[in-house]
Structure formats: structure tokens, C-alpha cells
T-cell receptor
Framework: KQEVTQIPAALSVPEGENLVLNCSFT??????LQWFRQDPGKGLTSLLL?????REQTSGRLNASLDKSSGRSTLYIAASQPGDSATYLC?????????FGAGTRLTVKP | DTGVSQNPRHKITKRGQNVTFRCDPI?????LYWYRQTLGQGPEFLTY????????KSRLLSDRFSAERPKGSFSTLEIQRTEQGDSAMYLC??????????FGPGTRLTVT
């Protein structure tokens, strides 16, 4: 059974810092990995999708990497802003079933 | 707006009542997924459709739950004889094949 773990569970940083969020998964036979952002009480916003054959994807200040063999992905956020405060979720797709981690709750202080 | 939409956004019901939620996916997406999310947890997969066919169901989907996608477009999720443990956010997502999933805003269900 695929297990997805995100560390840390919560993170608080001052504005302007670069930060890394971690995601690990137990079954490396994945089709893709997706990072999402979720604001309180809202749905999920897709940030980045990495196909299993890829090693990283970039969008603006975000960079996500994937190391399938070790079952790890990282989301790097550069020059963090208060507007980045949210919960960040990673999810892996295997077969037709997407499994999510519990998320990292990020607070960026002005 | 061409994103995924869900209705209603909030539903409060008494235990034992039946409720139905609707999801309208992005129009060109052939896959539609239902998830359930409780506070502090990531979403849990419930079921998914490829066009109108329901191809996979989680063990979380008890006999009280049923989902349909009659014409391969919108989908409904019905919960019969609701229980307090059914209180959660119900999320719908759509995708083209196994590509990026796009989520709707969710329906928050409260069972009193």
C-alpha cells in the first residue's frame, strides 16, 4: 500500500527566506507526482506536476524535484512571501489512485 | 469559468437523511475523481470515472455511497442514511487521462 509522508507538518519562516518542503513515498512505481496548495476551507490548486520520467519541474519561484528510486520529492520555494502561507500537499498517482500526504502548513511572516 | 465546479458548497443535514452532491468537470477531461478530506488530513480517494464508466472504488466507499456519471460529463455523489462520521469536505477533480488533476472548491458536509 502506498504511504505518503510530508515533513515538516508545519513550518514558520520570515518573509524572504528560501525554503524546502519534503515528501516521501513508499512505492516507487508511480505514474506522476503532483504538488498542490490549499488555502483554509478551499479546494486544491495544482502547482507542479512531475511525470515519473522527469526529475524536476519549475514554475516561477517554485521548483519541484523527484527522485523516484529513493521515493522522495522536494518543493523549493524561493524568496517566500506572506501570500505563500497555505498548506502544501504532495500526491502520487499509481494506477488510477492518487495518494496524498497530510500536508505541510506554511506560515510566512511579514 | 472553465474550471471544476461543485454544488452545493456547503450542506448541513441531520443524521439519517440522504444528500447528493454534484460535480461539473472541465469539459474536455475524460476522467473524474471523488475524494474526501477531513480536518488536518490530505484528501482520500473514493472513486473515479473514465468517461461514464466507474472503474475503481475505494474501500472507504461503503454501500451507503453511490456515484454516477451518466453521460460522461457531470457526476453526482449520493450518501444515504448519513452518519456523523460522514462529515467532511468532498472534493471532485478531473483530468485528461493520467495527466494533471484539477480540483473543484469542494462541498463541505456537516451531519448533525
Amino acid at each position: 500500500k502506498q504511504e505518503v509522508t510530508q515533513i515538516p507538518a508545519a513550518l514558520s519562516v520570515p518573509e524572504g527566506e528560501n525554503l524546502v518542503l519534503n515528501c516521501s513515498f513508499t512505492d516507487s512505481a508511480i505514474y506522476n507526482l503532483q504538488w498542490f496548495r490549499q488555502d483554509p476551507g478551499k479546494g486544491l490548486t495544482s502547482l507542479l506536476l512531475i511525470q515519473s520520467s522527469q526529475r524536476e519541474q519549475t514554475s516561477g519561484r517554485l521548483n519541484a524535484s523527484l527522485d523516484k528510486s529513493s521515493g522522495r520529492s522536494t518543493l523549493y520555494i524561493a524568496a517566500s512571501q506572506p501570500g505563500d502561507s497555505a498548506t502544501y500537499l504532495c500526491a502520487v498517482l499509481r494506477n488510477n489512485d492518487m495518494r496524498f500526504g497530510a500536508g505541510t502548513r506554511l506560515t510566512v511572516k511579514p | 469559468d472553465t474550471g471544476v465546479s461543485q454544488n452545493p458548497r456547503h450542506k448541513i443535514t441531520k443524521r439519517g437523511q440522504n444528500v447528493t452532491f454534484r460535480c461539473d468537470p472541465i469539459s474536455e477531461h475524460n476522467r473524474l475523481y471523488w475524494y474526501r478530506q477531513t480536518l488536518g488530513q490530505g484528501p482520500e480517494f473514493l472513486t473515479y470515472f473514465q468517461n461514464e464508466a466507474q472503474l475503481e472504488k475505494s474501500r472507504l466507499l461503503s454501500d451507503r455511497f453511490s456515484a454516477e456519471r451518466p453521460k460522461g460529463s457531470f457526476s453526482t455523489l449520493e450518501i444515504q442514511r448519513t452518519e456523523q462520521g460522514d462529515s467532511a469536505m468532498y472534493l471532485c477533480a478531473s483530468s485528461r487521462d493520467n495527466y494533471e488533476q484539477y480540483f473543484g472548491p469542494g462541498t463541505r458536509l456537516t451531519v448533525t
